[in-house]
């Protein structure tokens, strides 16, 4: 697979629930129950793989309507929008007046109406400028400032939305929003806001002893997918792959609704990213359109690759999205056998946001 940094976080979620959200050290959860029945994470589909252009993927968090995704890496925080983990909004992260970095980040937890982020940080022997902030949604800006520089841990938001629990200097507290005034204190963080255990046997269950340790994981609010972060040996960047429990799992549909194309004539690869994107990829660069490519692993074995072109200079075409499966070679490299594609339109016959195989106006 390619490791180029163009698309360093590429990502397709169409069925994303409210997910509990934990990291090296747990983040929060409120108010979802786990699946009754337990999940075969023996038997993991691998839906979607992406890249994070750092070192490590200190923590994740998806909001609870499952439209975005919060991701702290090598200290940066930002927030992207979901199905194509789009940019959305860059947040200033944790600093410190001592070092002139960013922080680590040790938790992430979305508020429950997904209006308000709070990330913690927590760096032995540097004080932090403030150790637990709360971030608006909407504009990207830093709503509140608290715990000084004690350094936080575990973060979750209580059901109600009005206060968050933070484990931050030696014990663990609520915070009112808005005052900031510390409504109760605690030895140990509650209970029922832990599911650090599920996740993390989930994540030692998955089919691929290779991948190394998790860094960060995210776990469904029915118990059926995980998304994993760490960095395996052999990969220059961190990495973030989701999985499905069970068997015949797969939310994707081989050019279901797509329109089919002519397959190019062109040797097998060893980089099916690469070709996609030599197919039909941006041949020139513009600083309005742009290339979004994501690569899920099918149960089959073979390869499904999406290719999105967005905000084009055309009259009629808003946005292409071609679809690509590769299969298998017995020497290790790739097959294009299959090519298909969609279009959204700027002025119809179809909502600008919809996908459509018909002719735009």
Request: aromatic share 8%; proline share 6%.
């Amino acid at each position: 697979m390619s490791h180029r940094k163009s698309y360093e976080i590429s990502l397709r979620m169409w069925r994303w629930r409210p997910a509990c959200v934990l990291g090296w050290v747990l983040s929060g959860c409120i108010g979802f129950a786990m699946a009754s029945a337990p999940a075969d994470w023996t038997g993991a589909e691998l839906l979607y793989e992406f890249e994070a252009d750092g070192e490590s993927v200190e923590q994740l968090a998806l909001s609870p309507e499952g439209t975005h995704m919060a991701i702290a890496v090598s200290g940066r925080l930002e927030v992207r929008d979901l199905p194509f983990a789009e940019p959305r909004l860059r947040l200033g992260g944790h600093r410190s007046p001592e070092v002139d970095r960013p922080l680590p980040v040790t938790g992430l937890a979305f508020s429950p109406d997904g209006e308000m982020l709070a990330s913690t940080s927590w760096n032995p022997g540097v004080a932090a400028d403030a150790s637990l902030k709360l971030w608006d949604m909407n504009s990207g800006e830093l709503f509140q400032a608290l715990a000084g520089g004690q350094g936080c841990r575990e973060v979750a938001f209580a059901a109600d939305g009005a206060s968050v629990w933070a484990a931050c200097g030696s014990d663990v507290q609520r915070y009112m929003l808005g005052t900031g005034r510390i409504a109760e204190r605690a030895k140990r963080f509650p209970a029922e806001l832990q599911h650090e255990p599920e996740a993390k046997a989930a994540s030692d269950a998955l089919p691929m002893p290779r991948q190394g340790p998790d860094h960060a994981l995210a776990l469904s609010a029915d118990g059926r997918q995980l998304a994993w972060a760490g960095k395996p040996m052999t990969f220059p960047f961190a990495l973030v792959r989701l999985w499905q429990a069970g068997e015949g799992a797969s939310t994707v549909k081989l050019l279901e609704d797509y329109l089919s194309l002519d397959v190019p004539e062109v040797s097998d690869t060893r980089d099916p990213v690469a070709q996609a994107r030599e197919l039909y990829g941006l041949k020139e660069f513009n600083p309005v359109t742009s290339e979004t490519v994501s690569q899920r692993m099918l149960d089959s074995g073979n390869i499904e690759i999406d290719l999105m072109l967005d905000n084009l200079k055309d009259d009629s075409v808003r946005a292409l999205l071609y679809r690509l499966h590769f299969t298998a070679q017995s020497d290790g490299r790739w097959n294009l056998t299959q090519v298909g594609r969609q279009q959204q339109c700027w002025r119809g016959p179809t909502e600008p946001d919809e996908w459509t195989v018909r002719l735009c106006l």
